[in-house]
Nanobody, 124 residues
Framework: QVQLVESGGGSVQAGDSLKLSCTCSRRTCSNNGMGWFRQTPGKEREFVASIAWNGGTPYYADSVKGRFTISRGYGASTVYLQMDNLNPEDTADYFC?????????????????WGQGTRVTVSA
């Protein structure tokens, strides 16, 4: 069983930065594409960013492009989401996920392991 644990969420003001981390319990995550998603109450979970097993091919949602950066840590079992110039529309629960594929993918259906989420609140 793969466990994903997110950390780094918090309450910040507009324009601030946060860096989310996601640690995978198994080294096999280093062979998987990884992604970040977010969800607000009453809305569907939405794709934020993804990265391939080797740290390549990052994809971003249009709403975060140029402000967020996804990366993988040494050993590739940790994935980060650097979030800069945050705005109130970024307020959400953020989830890390591991894909069935080694590739970077925006498709939610490709992700079969999910973390419990970490909350990000951005005030104006």
């Amino acid at each position: 069983q793969v466990q994903l644990v997110e950390s780094g969420g918090g309450s910040v003001q507009a324009g601030d930065s946060l860096k989310l981390s996601c640690t995978c319990s198994r080294r096999t995550c280093s062979n998987n594409g990884m992604g970040w998603f977010r969800q607000t109450p009453g809305k569907e979970r939405e794709f934020v960013a993804s990265i391939a097993w080797n740290g390549g091919t990052p994809y971003y949602a249009d709403s975060v492009k140029g402000r967020f950066t996804i990366s993988r840590g040494y050993g590739a079992s940790t994935v980060y989401l650097q979030m800069d110039n945050l705005n109130p529309e970024d307020t959400a629960d953020y989830f890390c996920a591991a894909s069935r594929s080694a590739a970077s993918t925006t498709q939610t259906s490709m992700y079969n392991y999910w973390g419990q989420g970490t909350r990000v609140t951005v005030s104006a």
